[in-house]
Every structure is written in structure tokens, then in C-alpha cells.
């Protein structure tokens, strides 16, 4: 039960977040889910792969392929555990045959990018992260986002346990503990 109380407040302000944010998101995505998006051009592509490059995107998914093989392994050693050990000889063959496909994932941001800026704020981009305050940015911010991230979690916490108190000094108030 002490591990779902300290799971409960994080949780709990994820998906308060979340929920927030998302109809915000609905709002500002309808009017470009109804225009096409358009075919960026080769040069808007470049400067988005370039940004993608100076913010060393590529770590996010670097191991989006052996991950991918090694969850499907599981999963279908769960489902066929007499075939365990040709699963796991599989495995890497097929880790192989599918090495590289990760680059699309690389491929599909940089359009993302390149359907949300123009060919001149990506170039401005660039030409901002590899400025001084641009490259102190790139370095800072996955400090300041797990900074962020744990005071986030911290007040979560603790409102969690003012929400607590609040809810049995009310029901204290009807004569009933909890």
C-alpha cells in the first residue's frame, strides 16, 4: 500500500498534466490536421536534420531497434515458451536484418520539424544553438528539465499529503475515519 501512496502523487500530477495540456494540443492541431501538410523543401530538411544533429537527437532512439527485437522476444516467449531458445537465437539475426531502420525515426522528426518551421526560423535555429547561449542551452536544459522534474515529483508528494489531510479532516467532520 506504501508503494502506491508514493506512486499515487507523480502519477496523479502526470495525468492532471497531461489532461490539461491535451485539449490545448486538440485545439492548436485541428486547424493543421485539416490542411495538408506540405512537402518541405530539401533545404528545410537539411536545417532540421542539422538541429536534430546539434541536439544529439539521435540518443533518444539509438537503440529503438534491439530494444523493439528484444520486447517482441519476450513477448512471444510468453506466448510460446517451447520455443525459448530458438527465440533467443533468433533474435539477433533479426536485430541484424532490421540494424539501421532507426534512421527513419531520425527522418520522420526532421519532416516534423521542417512542417512546423520555416526554411528560415530552422536555418535561425541552427544559427542560434550554435551560438554561445544556443550551445549553454544544449548543455543546461537536461539538467534543468530532471531538476524540474524532480521538484515536480517533490511538491507532488507533499500536496498529495495536504490533499490527504484535507480529505480525512472532512470526513472526520461526518464521524468517519479513513
Same mark, same amino acid.
Not at 485539449?23 to 528545410?44: D, G, L, R, Y
Not at 517451447?82 to 520522420?108: C, F, H, T
Not at 550551445?135 to 499529503?161: Q, V
Given at each position: 500500500?506504501?508503494?502506491?501512496l508514493?506512486?499515487?502523487?507523480? +502519477?496523479?500530477?502526470? $495525468?492532471?498534466?497531461a489532461? #490539461?495540456v491535451?485539449?490545448?494540443m ?9 490542411a495538408?501538410?506540405?512537402?518541405a ?7 532540421a536534420?542539422?538541429i ?7 540518443g533518444? *532512439? &539509438? /537503440?529503438? $531497434?534491439p ?10 516467449? !510468453?506466448?510460446?515458451? %517451447? *520455443?525459448?531458445?530458438?527465440? %533467443?537465437? $533468433?533474435?539477433?539475426?533479426? +536485430?541484424? !536484418?532490421l &540494424? /539501421?531502420? !532507426?534512421s ?8 516534423? *520539424?521542417? %512542417?512546423?518551421?520555416?526554411?528560415q526560423?530552422?536555418?535561425?535555429l541552427v544559427?542560434?544553438y550554435? #551560438?554561445?547561449?544556443g ?10 528539465? /530532471?531538476? #524540474?522534474?524532480?521538484?515536480? %515529483?517533490s511538491? +507532488?508528494?507533499?500536496?498529495?499529503e495536504? $490533499?490527504? /489531510? ?8 461526518r464521524?468517519?475515519?479513513?
Amino acid at each position: 500500500m506504501k508503494n502506491v501512496l508514493k506512486i499515487l502523487p507523480a +502519477a496523479t500530477l502526470a $495525468v492532471g498534466l497531461a489532461l #490539461s495540456v491535451t485539449p490545448a494540443m486538440a485545439q492548436q492541431a485541428a486547424p493543421k490536421a485539416a490542411a495538408p501538410a506540405q512537402k518541405a523543401s530539401p533545404a528545410a530538411i537539411a536545417a532540421a536534420k542539422e538541429i536534430l544533429q546539434i541536439k544529439n537527437a539521435s540518443g533518444m *532512439y &539509438a /537503440g529503438a $531497434v534491439p530494444g523493439m527485437v528484444e520486447k517482441t522476444k519476450i513477448a512471444l516467449i !510468453q506466448q510460446n515458451l %517451447n *520455443y525459448q531458445k530458438d527465440l %533467443n537465437e $533468433v533474435a539477433p539475426i533479426v +536485430a541484424q !536484418q532490421l &540494424a /539501421g531502420r !532507426q534512421s527513419e525515426i531520425g527522418d520522420g522528426m526532421a519532416q516534423i *520539424y521542417a %512542417n512546423e518551421f520555416t526554411e528560415q526560423e530552422l536555418k535561425d535555429l541552427v544559427t542560434f544553438y550554435k #551560438s554561445p547561449l544556443g550551445k549553454k542551452l544544449i548543455e543546461a536544459e537536461p539538467r534543468a528539465i /530532471g531538476a #524540474s522534474m524532480a521538484f515536480m %515529483n517533490s511538491w +507532488a508528494h507533499e500536496f498529495a499529503e495536504t $490533499v490527504m /489531510g484535507a480529505f480525512r479532516a472532512e470526513m472526520r467532520k461526518r464521524g468517519k475515519e479513513v
